[in-house]
Protein backbone atom coordinates (compact mmCIF):
# COMPACT_ATOMS: atom_id res chain seq x y z
CA UNK A 1 0.00 0.00 0.00
CA UNK A 2 2.56 2.46 0.61
CA UNK A 3 5.93 2.84 -1.06
CA UNK A 4 9.22 2.19 0.35
CA UNK A 5 9.63 5.97 0.93
CA UNK A 6 6.88 6.53 2.54
CA UNK A 7 7.91 3.81 4.77
CA UNK A 8 11.66 5.40 5.77
CA UNK A 9 10.49 8.78 6.07
CA UNK A 10 7.45 7.54 8.79
CA UNK A 11 9.78 5.34 10.31
CA UNK A 12 12.61 7.69 10.21
CA UNK A 13 11.20 10.92 9.83
CA UNK A 14 13.40 13.73 9.38
CA UNK A 15 13.78 17.46 10.64
CA UNK A 16 10.91 17.06 13.96
CA UNK A 17 10.39 19.76 16.05
CA UNK A 18 10.22 22.92 16.70
CA UNK A 19 11.98 26.06 16.32
CA UNK A 20 10.86 28.36 19.27
CA UNK A 21 12.80 31.49 17.46
CA UNK A 22 11.27 30.75 14.14
CA UNK A 23 11.08 33.57 11.26
CA UNK A 24 7.97 31.51 9.77
CA UNK A 25 5.41 29.47 11.27
CA UNK A 26 2.40 27.74 9.31
CA UNK A 27 -0.23 25.81 10.71
CA UNK A 28 -2.73 23.62 8.70
CA UNK A 29 -5.71 21.32 9.59
CA UNK A 30 -8.17 18.72 8.20
CA UNK A 31 -10.90 18.29 10.49
CA UNK A 32 -12.20 15.66 8.32
CA UNK A 33 -9.62 13.15 8.72
CA UNK A 34 -8.17 15.04 12.51
CA UNK A 35 -4.35 15.64 10.86
CA UNK A 36 -2.66 18.56 11.91
CA UNK A 37 0.55 19.72 10.76
CA UNK A 38 2.88 23.06 11.47
CA UNK A 39 5.94 23.74 10.00
CA UNK A 40 8.96 26.46 11.26
CA UNK A 41 11.35 28.08 9.15
CA UNK A 42 14.97 29.65 9.77
CA UNK A 43 15.09 31.82 6.89
CA UNK A 44 19.20 33.68 6.55
CA UNK A 45 19.64 36.96 5.15
CA UNK A 46 19.95 35.52 1.68
CA UNK A 47 16.53 34.39 1.57
CA UNK A 48 17.57 30.86 1.93
CA UNK A 49 15.61 28.08 4.05
CA UNK A 50 18.72 27.50 6.56
CA UNK A 51 16.45 25.24 8.77
CA UNK A 52 12.75 24.05 8.60
CA UNK A 53 10.97 21.41 11.38
CA UNK A 54 7.83 20.26 11.69
CA UNK A 55 5.00 18.86 14.22
CA UNK A 56 2.42 16.73 12.92
CA UNK A 57 -0.56 14.89 14.50
CA UNK A 58 -1.91 12.30 11.99
CA UNK A 59 -1.20 9.40 10.58
CA UNK A 60 1.82 7.28 8.85
CA UNK A 61 1.09 9.40 5.45
CA UNK A 62 0.29 12.65 6.94
CA UNK A 63 4.21 12.29 9.08
CA UNK A 64 6.20 11.16 5.95
CA UNK A 65 4.67 13.85 3.69
CA UNK A 66 5.97 16.47 6.60
CA UNK A 67 9.53 14.94 6.73
CA UNK A 68 9.50 14.74 3.15
CA UNK A 69 8.43 18.51 2.72
CA UNK A 70 10.91 20.22 5.03
CA UNK A 71 13.58 17.51 3.00
CA UNK A 72 12.16 19.37 0.16
CA UNK A 73 12.53 22.83 1.28
CA UNK A 74 15.65 22.92 3.15
CA UNK A 75 18.53 24.45 1.52
CA UNK A 76 16.15 26.11 -1.09
CA UNK A 77 15.56 30.04 -1.40
CA UNK A 78 12.33 31.35 -0.67
CA UNK A 79 11.47 31.87 -3.67
CA UNK A 80 12.03 28.09 -4.92
CA UNK A 81 10.38 27.17 -1.62
CA UNK A 82 6.94 28.08 -3.06
CA UNK A 83 7.07 26.22 -6.37
CA UNK A 84 6.80 22.92 -3.95
CA UNK A 85 3.63 21.59 -4.47
CA UNK A 86 1.47 18.60 -3.32
CA UNK A 87 2.20 16.89 -6.39
CA UNK A 88 5.81 17.38 -5.98
CA UNK A 89 5.83 15.70 -2.94
CA UNK A 90 3.54 13.34 -3.28
CA UNK A 91 5.85 11.96 -6.32
CA UNK A 92 9.18 12.46 -3.96
CA UNK A 93 7.53 9.30 -1.71
CA UNK A 94 6.70 7.57 -4.97
CA UNK A 95 3.07 8.35 -4.31
CA UNK A 96 0.60 7.87 -2.19
CA UNK A 97 -2.98 5.72 -1.63
CA UNK A 98 -5.70 8.56 -3.48
CA UNK A 99 -6.90 8.30 0.52
CA UNK A 100 -4.36 9.85 1.48
CA UNK A 101 -3.49 12.46 -0.89
CA UNK A 102 -5.22 14.74 1.30
CA UNK A 103 -2.34 14.71 3.58
CA UNK A 104 0.30 16.09 0.80
CA UNK A 105 -2.14 19.18 0.36
CA UNK A 106 -1.58 19.79 3.96
CA UNK A 107 2.29 20.02 3.52
CA UNK A 108 2.37 22.51 0.89
CA UNK A 109 -0.45 24.53 2.33
CA UNK A 110 1.77 24.35 5.66
CA UNK A 111 5.06 25.61 3.89
CA UNK A 112 3.49 28.29 1.97
CA UNK A 113 1.58 29.40 5.20
CA UNK A 114 5.20 29.38 6.68
CA UNK A 115 6.17 31.57 4.01
CA UNK A 116 3.61 33.61 4.08
CA UNK A 117 4.32 34.37 7.68
CA UNK A 118 7.93 34.95 7.46
CA UNK A 119 6.92 37.39 4.52
CA UNK A 120 4.33 39.25 6.63
CA UNK A 121 6.86 39.63 9.24
CA UNK A 122 9.89 40.67 7.31
CA UNK A 123 7.47 43.44 5.74
CA UNK A 124 6.42 44.85 9.27
CA UNK A 125 2.73 43.33 8.93
CA UNK A 126 0.38 41.89 11.11
CA UNK A 127 -0.41 38.21 10.43
CA UNK A 128 -3.77 37.26 10.82
CA UNK A 129 -3.56 34.26 8.03
CA UNK A 130 -5.66 33.48 5.58
CA UNK A 131 -8.57 31.28 5.40
CA UNK A 132 -7.92 27.89 3.59
CA UNK A 133 -9.00 26.83 0.46
CA UNK A 134 -10.08 23.45 -0.38
CA UNK A 135 -9.04 22.00 -3.79
CA UNK A 136 -9.61 18.98 -5.65
CA UNK A 137 -6.99 17.09 -8.07
CA UNK A 138 -7.22 15.68 -11.73
CA UNK A 139 -4.65 13.14 -11.12
CA UNK A 140 -6.91 10.15 -12.49
CA UNK A 141 -8.29 10.71 -15.82
CA UNK A 142 -11.39 12.62 -16.40
CA UNK A 143 -12.68 11.96 -12.42
CA UNK A 144 -12.14 14.24 -9.82
CA UNK A 145 -12.00 14.22 -6.50
CA UNK A 146 -12.13 16.13 -3.38
CA UNK A 147 -8.51 15.51 -1.69
CA UNK A 148 -10.02 15.75 1.85
CA UNK A 149 -12.75 13.28 1.57
CA UNK A 150 -12.28 11.52 -1.69
CA UNK A 151 -15.93 11.99 -2.78
CA UNK A 152 -16.42 12.07 -6.51
CA UNK A 153 -16.47 15.86 -7.62
CA UNK A 154 -18.09 17.14 -10.87
CA UNK A 155 -15.91 19.40 -12.87
CA UNK A 156 -17.94 22.09 -12.91
CA UNK A 157 -19.44 21.91 -9.19
CA UNK A 158 -17.91 24.93 -7.05
CA UNK A 159 -19.29 22.44 -3.28
CA UNK A 160 -17.98 19.16 -2.76
CA UNK A 161 -21.04 16.86 -1.85
CA UNK A 162 -19.34 14.74 0.29
CA UNK A 163 -17.95 17.01 3.04
CA UNK A 164 -19.49 20.21 1.63
CA UNK A 165 -16.19 22.36 1.34
CA UNK A 166 -15.79 25.44 -0.42
CA UNK A 167 -13.76 24.35 -3.69
CA UNK A 168 -11.87 27.15 -6.24
CA UNK A 169 -12.92 27.89 -9.71
CA UNK A 170 -9.19 28.39 -10.37
CA UNK A 171 -8.87 24.97 -9.77
CA UNK A 172 -11.00 23.22 -12.34
CA UNK A 173 -8.35 22.73 -15.18
CA UNK A 174 -11.13 20.50 -17.24
CA UNK A 175 -14.00 23.57 -16.93
CA UNK A 176 -11.16 26.38 -18.47
Not at 42 to 53: F, G, P, Q, T, Y
Not at 133 to 154: I, N, R, T
Amino acid sequence: MYSKTVMDHFKNPRNVGEITDADGVGEVGNPLCGDMMTIYLKVNKKEVIEDIKFLTFGCGAAIAVSSMLTEMAKGKTIEDAKKITNRNVAQALEGLPKNKLHCSNLGADALHLAIENYEAKKSGKTVTGPARSEKHEHDHGDSCYCPYCDADVPADSEICAGCGHTLERADFPMAK
